[in-house]
Structures are given as structure tokens and as C-alpha cells.
């Protein structure tokens, strides 16, 4: 399970290093890192995103339009986080440039039980405060 909240830096290269609480529930294998819902990243488990995916896509028909067009929108802005020798991981551009992050910038990482989700500090501390507002009303 994915709980607690850090903030860290993006390098001038896109990479970032996930919190080391996470890294360990998140597994050996690289995460699978893809576009999430307001404008941030998602990182699932390699086992997890396997298993979601096959539950999303695996009994779908190989010639099913919609489904195909679903898994390319999906997984053409997907990768796996392939670390480097000092635990980095690169965030393809497509992918930062989505999520509003810029190199050298202050990013969040959020658990989110069965994920972590990566987002822009702005763009987090507005997401809060959002979710303040409407809690108000």
C-alpha cells in the first residue's frame, strides 16, 4: 500500500528518484509509469499494471476498433522506469510535458494506496486546495 507524501526535484535530464518508500512496495521490477486524471502521473507495480491491463484489455478481440484505439491512446504515452546506476528514473518528455513538469522544477510524489501518483508541486498544492474548497460547500 501506497501512503505518505514527498517532494524531491526533477534533474535538467526528466529524472527523478522515487522515495524509498515506495521503490520497496513498488518491487523489484521497473514501475509502469502512464498518464493519470488531473494532470499528473501514475506509477503502478510492474505486477499490479500487468494485472490491471489484462483485466482492462485481455479479453477484448484483436480486430475491436475502440479497444485498439483505447490500448494505442494508453500505452503510446506509457513506459516502464527503468532505473540508472544511481536509482534515477527518466520521465519521457511526452509524459512530463503532460503532467506540467518541467526539468529542475519541485515535483510531489503522493501515495495513493495502490499507486503513486507524481505531480507538479503548483499543480498538487492547487489540486489541495481545490478539493479544500469543495469540501466547504
Given at each position: 500500500m501506497f501512503v505518505g507524501e514527498f517532494t524531491h526535484q526533477v534533474d535538467d535530464k526528466g529524472r527523478i528518484r522515487i522515495p524509498t518508500k515506495f521503490k520497496s512496495a513498488l518491487g523489484e521490477e521497473a514501475p509502469f509509469i502512464m498518464q493519470g486524471e488531473e494532470k499528473c502521473l501514475y506509477v503502478y507495480s510492474k505486477k499490479f499494471s500487468d494485472e490491471m491491463l489484462e483485466s482492462v484489455f485481455g479479453g477484448g478481440k484483436f480486430n475491436d476498433k475502440e479497444m485498439n484505439a483505447q490500448k494505442a491512446r494508453?500505452?503510446?504515452?506509457?513506459?516502464?522506469?527503468?532505473?540508472?546506476?544511481?536509482?534515477?528514473?527518466?520521465?519521457?518528455?511526452?509524459?512530463?510535458?503532460?503532467?506540467?513538469?518541467?526539468?529542475s522544477s519541485t515535483i510531489v510524489s503522493v501515495g495513493a494506496y495502490d499507486h503513486v501518483q507524481i505531480w507538479a508541486k503548483e499543480a498538487w498544492e492547487e489540486f489541495l486546495a481545490a478539493e479544500e474548497k469543495e469540501e466547504q460547500e
Open positions: 494508453l500505452m503510446s504515452k506509457a513506459c516502464y522506469g527503468e532505473e540508472d546506476k544511481q536509482g534515477r528514473v527518466t520521465i519521457p518528455q511526452a509524459l512530463l510535458k503532460y503532467a506540467k513538469i518541467d526539468v
